[in-house]
């Protein structure tokens, strides 16, 4: 079996043409029967063929009523067509690999790197970079997001031969992007063994933490991960109301409190109740805390005392195309 969505093929749409429009399209493109094919009042066409029939609809002005949807995604209206058709530049760029990952220090108490987050640059034929709130979106209209999860875990876990000893990668993934983990991920993970790295350097990394519906699901994804001998993490921890639940539900090795909390926390009472709550929930189990966009050294300060082990954000380094040459990060400079 394999993972759906998460290769590139040529895109198939599916239109729900009301019935009396039916006849009136099969004859104004009986030239070409073979690029569309009908069951009932549903339309399968190709994403080519799609654009001359919508172009027709729009100039009859008999776009009232007909719905259209990428291949395994919601109805949506035609009014939202030509923002899909916008995105076929995604296609090129997933199948051409146009990524680069960026590397961003995470540090220890004491300054030591522990490890990198990857993050994904891509790149247009400009060389111009597209960032992550462009791209992403675009994937999600296009229903794309299964390819784009894929190769960014994937180029990302290519990237651990560049760090130093025992450093960890921490690499995002989208749980929803991810239908069924023995499959969706058996090509990261045979990945990443190939590379005869222990897999504990390997840290998984739950994006948009806060919009998972599926907790099952997650749990999975999870179980996965750990067969495997893979460590994970929970992101943007504090954002989602029901946060504290999940860890006590999910207990991963990592959390990493969200930015929101921890820039300002050094002088706000209300995030450091938070931030203290999610260190308590995670060393009630083991866990390790790691704050993330630090900018200030007083918050680092204050979250250092109060027992945060790992610290991530522009004061120590911003996101680079290359590892740092140092395996410590002078925190005294601050």
């Not at 997001?145 to 995002?172: E, H, P, S, W």
């Not at 709550?277 to 189990?285: D, G, R």
């Amino acid at each position: 079996m394999d993972c759906l969505n998460c290769t590139i093929h040529k895109r198939e749409l599916t239109f729900n043409i009301p019935k009396q429009l039916k006849s009136l399209i099969t004859k104004e493109f009986s030239h070409d029967t073979s690029s569309y094919i009908w069951k009932e009042n549903i339309l399968h066409t190709s994403e080519a063929a799609s654009n001359d029939m919508v172009d027709f609809l729009r100039e009859m002005n008999l776009t009232s009523g007909v719905t259209f949807a990428p291949l395994h995604k919601e109805w949506s209206s035609l009014d939202t067509f030509d923002d899909y058709r916008k995105t076929s530049w995604l296609d090129e760029l997933i199948k051409e690999k146009s990524i680069k990952m960026y590397f961003q220090p995470i540090i220890t108490q004491t300054g030591e790197i522990y490890g990198y987050e990857l993050l994904a640059r891509f790149f247009d034929k400009e060389e111009a970079i597209i960032y992550p709130d462009i791209i992403f979106p675009a994937a999600k209209l296009r229903g794309r997001t299964f390819a784009l999860d894929r190769l960014c875990r994937m180029q990302a876990v290519k990237q651990i031969k560049r760090l130093y000893g025992n450093q960890k990668a921490f690499i995002n993934f989208i749980p929803t992007a991810i239908y069924q983990p023995e499959y969706c991920l058996r090509a990261t993970t045979d990945l990443a063994h190939s590379l005869n790295i222990t897999s504990d350097r390997f840290v998984f990394e739950v994006v948009e933490t806060e919009k998972v519906d599926d907790i099952e699901h997650l749990k999975s994804i999870l179980r996965y991960y750990k067969k495997n001998g893979f460590s994970y993490a929970l992101d943007d921890v504090g954002s989602g109301y029901n946060t504290l639940d999940l860890l006590g539900e999910l207990e991963p090795p990592f959390i990493k409190l969200d930015m929101a909390f921890a820039q300002g926390v050094s002088h706000s009472k209300e995030k450091q109740l938070i931030a203290k709550s999610f260190l308590e929930k995670a060393h009630s189990y083991g866990g390790l805390c790691l704050a993330e966009g630090i900018e200030d050294i007083a918050d680092f300060h204050w979250l250092k005392h109060q027992g945060y082990e790992l610290f991530q954000g522009y004061l120590f380094g911003k996101p680079l195309p290359d590892p740092l040459i140092d395996k410590k990060i002078n925190i005294g400079q601050f």
